[in-house]
T-cell receptor, first 114, second 112 residues
Framework: DAGVTQSPTHLIKTRGQHVTLRCSPI?????VSWYQQVLGQGPQFIFQ???????GRGNFPDRFSARQFPNYSSELNVNALLLGDSALYLC?????????????FGSGTQLSVL | QKEVEQNSGPLSVPEGAIASLNCTYS??????FFWYRQYSGKSPELIMS????GDKEDGRFTAQLNKASQYVSLLIRDSQPSDSATYLCAVRGSGGYQKVTFGIGTKLQVIP
């Protein structure tokens, strides 16, 4: 079975632009979480979605939004890009709704904002 | 106080030695704890999970949990140069949606 797939792998944007990142979870997983990882730091929680509903949101501005589709895939959107948005964006898949469940990460999207 | 705290390192150990990585957390209600390995330029890979006090062993890896002290550790026996990576401690919180919070990660260098 395929693992978590993310696209694109790399992306270069300029300040003020908009970006959409995509994620497909492991087959059978119903929950997707998004994380931002800046170089030298641990992943920071952005959103969690389960059964197409937002279950949690981290301390990120409203420029960040996400959604989950009926097939459990997800998109992360970032508007009005800032230089500080340059980071590795990670999507994590989990079964959903189970105590103690594990997160499995995709390979990430490396976003550079110039 | 940070939710999950780790020493960023680097922690240098000679090949064949035991590497000891430590982590503390602030949410006393947390019930699930994870260790991820992240090679440079790659995404995190789950290597251990632990839910009960005590030790859990898997091959060369042993995870240790002490909920009373809010402390989690990872021991790597017979360390190999291929173990050189950043090790992230992650804790699933006790809040409504139980988000998983990561520490900064400890960089481990195994010297041949």
């Amino acid at each position: 079975d395929a693992g978590v797939t993310q696209s694109p792998t790399h992306l270069i944007k300029t300040r003020g632009q908009h970006v959409t990142l995509r994620c497909s979870p492991i087959s059978g997983h119903k929950s997707v979480s998004w994380y931002q990882q800046v170089l030298g730091q641990g992943p920071q929680f952005i959103f969690q979605y389960y059964e197409k509903e937002e279950r949690g949101r981290g301390n990120f501005p409203d420029r960040f939004s996400a959604r989950q589709f009926p097939n459990y895939s997800s998109e992360l959107n970032v508007n009005a890009l800032l230089l500080g948005d340059s980071a590795l964006y990670l999507c994590a898949s989990s079964l959903g709704g189970q105590a103690g469940e594990k997160l499995f990460f995709g390979s990430g999207t490396q976003l550079s904002v110039l | 106080q940070k939710e999950v705290e780790q020493n960023s390192g680097p922690l240098s150990v000679p090949e064949g030695a035991i590497a000891s990585l430590n982590c503390t957390y602030s949410d006393r209600g947390s019930q699930s704890f994870f260790w991820y390995r992240q090679y440079s330029g790659k995404s995190p890979e789950l290597i251990m999970s632990i839910y009960s006090n005590g030790d859990k062993e898997d091959g060369r890896f042993t995870a240790q949990l002490n909920k009373a002290s809010q402390y989690v550790s990872l021991l790597i026996r017979d360390s190999q140069p291929s173990d050189s990576a950043t090790y992230l401690c992650a804790v699933r919180g006790s809040g409504g949606y139980q988000k998983v919070t990561f520490g900064i990660g400890t960089k481990l260098q195994v010297i041949p």
